[in-house]
């Protein structure tokens, strides 16, 4: 299921053709030419989603990605994290899902280039513009995890949330997808994330028995997650000291490091 979330705003696309556009953005932020230009790509980008969530409801991940992603290339680049604190918890209270991609196939670099040189005039179109990406970033994410490809969806929710630190959505899909990555960092990344929603999470959410219970099995998975990274960090560092020491007739069974009742080791050297 997709996010609808950003339907209100204006999304659309670039105009490859609008040099008018790109010099107005460069020399006079606030002109009516560089407005509705934004609002232009904003309205084209709101198309594409639509178009990528009847893909999505139909089954059709691959083309919904694209679709998303060509969505996302309509719009301005981010220039600047937006912390809008608001943003997550209204979220939270529209079960709507929503992913944004990061370029259309078919628009020029040069095209890609002027908007990304567009300064967004004021703070609400900015908004909108962030908002759009947000929830096209998080539609990808859940493209992706569909497919099955679990790093894909962390970069995607990640890109998500450097527009809206709060979107509830990014971080569930994230912190799901570090969980079935199953690294040391990867689970510590989840547990924070987790952490985040049980703060934005409304006492009334459904998903907070789910953020719970996924929060409280996630300490001893992180303890042997460490474990076993450390222990295949320390036999590869084994093994390139044996590979050196064996030059001279030694190995690292040589050298014993043993407890000196002091809080550190003491080396000690056997034949």
């Keep these: 299921m997709v996010d609808n979330a950003a339907q209100s705003s204006d999304h ?9 556009a790109a010099a107005n953005a460069g020399e006079h932020s606030t002109s009516p030419d560089v407005r509705e230009h934004i609002k232009k790509c904003l309205h084209d980008a709101d198309e594409l989603k639509q178009e990528g969530n009847e893909h999505f409801r139909a089954k059709r991940w691959n083309e919904a990605l694209a679709s998303y992603r060509a969505a996302l290339g309509r719009l301005p680049k981010r220039r600047e994290k937006l912390h809008t604190k608001d943003k997550g918890k209204a979220r939270a209270e529209d079960d709507a899902h929503g992913d944004e991609t990061e370029e259309d196939p078919e628009v020029s670099a040069a095209a890609e280039e002027e908007d990304a040189n567009i300064i967004i005039p004021d703070a609400e179109l900015d908004a909108e513009c962030a908002k759009a990406r947000a929830v096209l970033n998080a539609n990808i994410a859940a493209c992706f995890m569909k497919l099955t490809e679990h790093k894909e969806v962390v970069s995607a929710c990640t890109e998500a949330l450097k527009d809206d630190p709060h979107y509830v959505k990014a971080l569930q899909r994230r912190a799901s997808a570090n969980e079935q990555i199953g690294s040391w960092s990867s689970l510590s990344s989840a547990q924070e994330d987790y952490k985040l929603l049980l703060e934005l999470l409304p006492a009334s959410s459904p998903d907070l028995v789910a953020v719970r ?18 222990a295949e960090m320390l036999d590869k560092l084994k093994g390139l000291g044996n590979s050196i020491l064996g030059n001279f007739g030694l190995s690292t069974d040589n050298f014993q490091f043993v407890p000196n009742g002091q809080g550190g080791y003491s080396m000690n050297f056997v034949r």
């Design 12 to 20: 659309s696309a670039d105009k490859p053709g609008s040099s008018t």
């Design 213 to 230: 219970r996924s929060l409280a099995a996630l300490p001893p998975r992180i303890e042997a997650a460490q474990k076993r990274e450390t």
